[in-house]
């Protein structure tokens, strides 16, 4: 799988957006970006994800360049429940390996009032 | 609340012991994952079962053994146990096998 770099550390105001880079500058056409995040100890939480197009849900957009080289999650108004340490993930697509995650050591987010 | 069911929370053992950790998946789901965390190799994936059969290894040890049974859930033995087995196990499940997992809450493991 492709390996992701991202910031070691963010700092957030809360209620202003976040945004998350990571780069995946050897990322392959099969391969998809995920995004996790894990909120002290607690088990990882699934956020997004995406192939090629920009991706929204409830909680995040994922923005994803055209190259596909790299990506940017952004959490549109954060809150203090936001503090995590958020994992960019570049996993490939079917395959006999696809179905485990490799985690690197992620970006530690702090949202402070 | 993910779905996924982990039990013991917590578990405190001896070296040289087994434990056996459960997971439940998500109503649904066929395929579970385990993983490890610990303070100086972050999360690492383990082994993965789909509907009973396995399906990927990772970096798991010939101490550790798992399976996942007919009703889909899904047990982790760690036998032989060493000081450095100390760590969260997270259990994660998914729809099929390229679907995003889910995760539990994990089970703390400590070697006395």
């Known amino acids: 799988d492709a390996k992701t770099t991202q910031p070691t550390s963010m700092d957030c105001a809360e209620g202003r957006a976040a945004n998350l880079p990571c780069n995946h500058s050897?990322?392959?056409?099969?391969?998809?970006v995920y995004w996790y995040r894990q909120i002290h100890s607690q088990g990882p939480q699934y956020i997004i994800h995406?192939?090629?197009n920009n991706e929204t849900n409830e909680m995040a957009s994922l923005i994803i360049t055209e190259d596909r080289k790299s990506s940017t999650l952004i959490l549109p108004h954060a809150t203090l429940r936001d503090t995590a340490v958020y994992y960019c993930?570049?996993?490939?697509?079917?395959?006999?390996?696809?179905?485990?995650?490799?985690f690197g050591a992620g970006t530690q987010v702090v949202v402070t009032p | 609340d993910s779905g996924v069911t982990q039990t013991p929370k917590h578990l405190i053992t001896a070296t040289g012991q087994r434990v056996t950790l459960r997971c439940s998946p998500r109503?649904?789901?066929?395929?579970v994952y385990w993983y490890q965390q610990s303070l100086d190799q972050g999360l690492q994936f383990l082994i993965q079962y789909y509907n009973g059969e396995e399906r990927a290894k990772g970096n798991i040890l010939e101490r550790f053994s798992a399976q996942q049974f007919p009703d889909l859930h899904s047990e982790l033995n760690l036998s032989s146990l060493e000081l450095g087995d100390s760590a969260l196990y997270f259990c994660?499940?998914?729809?099929?096998?390229?679907?995003?997992?889910?995760f539990g809450d994990g089970t703390r493991l400590s070697i006395l």
């Open positions: 994660a499940s998914s729809v099929d096998e390229g679907q995003p997992q889910h």
């Open positions: 993930i570049v996993r490939v697509g079917r395959t006999s390996s696809w179905g485990k995650l490799q």
């Open positions: 109503s649904g789901d066929l395929s």
């Open positions: 995406g192939l090629k």
């Open positions: 050897t990322i392959s056409g099969n391969e998809y």
